[in-house]
């Protein structure tokens, strides 16, 4: 299995600030094929389900704010919020697509202070 | 809009079986890769295992191949989850999720199961 190892487990910023998380997988998630990352982020808020945010490391999904940034390669990758809002409250998972089983990282909660 | 809305879940004792249900909507559902992933009351993230558009090929987690198949019905619109020998561990929010293809770009609104004696 490809173990995802995500940090920090928690973070408590400011509004406004900039924010980094990090994921590093035990194995690439880069495809030889098409040269993609199957590396995706995710962002659960209190009480509600999980919603994608960046898919193949970097790839925004549509409706998320240009200020979710995802970058990275290989086994190495961050989710990067700029000017964080009170919104942005919630706790964020990296997931590998690359191969079964598909595994996440273990979270980050993000907290506004 | 996409809407996966899962239900047949509650209190169960161990060793019992439970079947959980997911009706999707809003996209055709017999193009789609579909899966099951749970969250335990700690909010570890566990991907359970997918099936196939066309209900022909799946894949588990290992350590859950044994007591979990899952199923689906075009017809219904409908993903099913099979859980047999339910343990404490299992106690967890289960969500059927739709795969992109690269991500699983949509999540139901999840449904508790909970394992207790």
């Known amino acids: 299995d490809i173990v995802m190892t995500q940090s920090p487990s928690s973070l408590a910023v400011s509004a406004g600030e900039t924010v980094t998380i990090n994921c590093k997988s035990s194995?690439?998630?880069?495809?030889?094929?098409?040269?993609?990352?199957?590396l995706a982020w995710y962002q659960q808020k209190p009480g509600q389900s999980p919603k994608l945010l960046i898919y193949?490391?970097?790839t925004r999904e549509s409706g998320v704010p240009d200020r979710f940034i995802g970058s990275g390669s290989g086994t190495d990758f961050t989710l990067t919020i700029s000017s964080v809002q009170a919104e942005d409250l919630a706790d964020y998972y990296c997931?590998?697509?690359?191969?079964?089983?598909?595994?996440f990282g273990s979270g980050t909660k993000l907290e506004i202070k | 809009e996409v809407q996966l809305v899962e239900s047949g879940g509650g209190l169960v004792q161990p060793g019992a079986s439970l079947k959980l249900s997911c009706v999707a909507s809003g996209f055709t559902f017999s193009d789609y890769w579909m899966s099951w992933v749970r969250q335990t009351p700690g909010k570890t993230m566990e991907w359970i295992g997918d099936i196939k558009y066309d209900g022909s090929d799946t894949n588990y987690a290992p350590s859950l191949k044994n007591r979990f198949t899952i199923s689906r019905d075009s017809a219904k619109s409908t993903l099913y989850l099979q859980m047999s020998n339910v343990r404490s561990e299992d106690t967890a929010t289960y969500y059927c999720?739709?795969?992109?293809?690269?991500?699983?770009?949509?999540w139901g609104q999840g449904v508790m199961v909970t394992v207790s004696s």
């Open positions: 999720t739709r795969d992109g293809g690269s991500s699983i770009d949509y």
């Open positions: 997931q590998q697509h690359y191969s079964y089983p598909l595994t």
């Open positions: 193949l490391a970097s």
């Open positions: 194995r690439s998630l880069l495809s030889s094929g098409n040269q993609k990352n199957y």
